[in-house]
């Protein structure tokens, strides 16, 4: 099959949303990668970046994929970059894309795949870009490069589900998180916290909540961000794959999860967690085991707590895998000098 691939300004969601919708009913694709992700992320942040569509002879799409196009503080100066399905701006990329690479129809990975690095390097208005969230095996690394530098590595830690029907969630687990799962049980009341779904009148008044128990709990708080907010509730208020649990005891909230449902699996995106009421009490810890009892007895194949390298997340999980973050750089004279700099100072691009 002959595919052409070309870069287009943004059209506008009204009309980008049923060919994302119609491809993405074709493709074997992560949630982060299908509209309901990427239309709420288009439409609260307002951003708009470039638009990579793979078409075939008739016109129909085969892969989609959206560049943000900015100049990057690099070091020595800014770069022009292009950033896969994010806008290149730190603020507007907050809600942290995983899982990322094409939309592309099934059974076409490998042309598709191949006319897009195509197009990408016949581009000649950018010197790095930027693949965030992509598997460690992700054919997109095989683009033809001068520097090729992972900036970061994360895991992703899951539960297997299965096994958890299997057995008993907490035998799975080390003894010093089943003892301090027990003990916060114990202080609760005996028992996990009961689980109630949001309906459509309950998200703005629990997504209100979610922003009350995070306030004061971290520097960089996402939280407190409008467009965040914003973002939270449009993808709450789509349903579906999305899901807005909060758990509550005879002491009332325990904590809330925003999770996605995709592929059997269920993942957990956002939190927010009452304070301890005791000295060794672990409200998050309990949400999650409920949340495993939850999805386990719904039939859900995998519980995920998504990237990052919290230890509360090691000590949940019974298994992981891995998702990397590269920037891919071109020859530049600038960039030359940075990367000199660098081995010279002995700093990370990470850095």
């Given at each position: 099959m002959a595919l052409t691939a070309q870069f287009t300004r943004l059209p506008d969601l009204a009309s980008l949303a049923p060919r994302w919708q119609a491809l993405e009913s074709r493709a074997a694709a992560s949630f982060f990668l299908g509209w309901t992700w990427t239309g709420a992320w288009l439409e609260?942040?307002?951003?708009?970046?470039?638009?990579?569509?793979?078409?075939?002879?008739?016109g129909k799409d085969i892969a989609l994929a959206l560049f943000g196009h900015?100049?990057?503080?690099?070091?020595l100066g800014r770069i022009a970059t292009l950033s896969l399905n994010q806008s290149?701006?730190?603020s507007a990329d907050r809600p942290f894309i995983e899982y990322n690479g094409l939309?592309?129809?099934?059974?076409?990975e490998k042309e598709a795949t191949e006319a897009a690095l195509k197009a990408l390097q016949e581009r000649n208005d950018w010197r790095s870009l930027r693949l965030g969230?992509?598997?460690?095996?992700?054919?997109?690394?095989?683009?033809?490069a001068r520097r090729k530098t992972r900036i970061d590595r994360s895991p992703v830690y899951q539960v297997d589900l299965e096994a958890v029907r299997a057995s008993d969630y907490l035998s799975l687990l080390s003894s010093n998180s089943r003892s301090q799962i027990r003990r916060a049980i114990k202080d609760h009341g005996g028992a996990l916290p009961g689980i109630a779904r949001a309906t459509?009148?309950?998200?703005a008044p629990w997504l209100e909540e979610m922003q009350a128990l995070n306030a004061g709990r971290h520097a960089d708080n996402a939280w407190d961000d409008p467009a965040f907010r914003r973002f939270a509730a449009t993808l709450a208020n789509?349903?579906?794959?999305?899901?807005?649990l909060r758990f509550t005891d005879s002491g009332g909230t325990v904590g809330l999860l925003l999770n996605f449902l995709h592929d059997d699996t269920a993942m957990n995106y956002q939190s927010a967690f009452a304070a301890p009421r005791t000295a060794k009490d672990k409200p998050g810890l309990l949400c999650h085991a409920a949340a495993v009892d939850h999805y386990a007895a719904r039939g859900f194949h995998l519980y995920s707590l998504l990237a990052g390298k919290d230890r509360y997340k090691q000590s949940l999980a019974t298994g992981e895998e891995v998702l990397e973050w590269w920037q891919i750089d071109r020859f530049?004279?600038?960039l030359e000098a940075e990367a000199w700099l660098r081995k010279l100072l002995r700093r990370p691009a990470s850095a």
């Open positions: 609260s942040y307002g951003v708009r970046p470039e638009l990579l569509a793979v078409t075939d002879g008739q900015i100049m990057q503080p690099r070091l290149g701006d730190a939309l592309i129809a099934k059974g076409h969230g992509i598997a460690p095996d992700s054919p997109l690394l095989k683009i033809p459509p009148a309950d998200i789509r349903g579906g794959a999305v899901e807005l530049s004279p600038r």
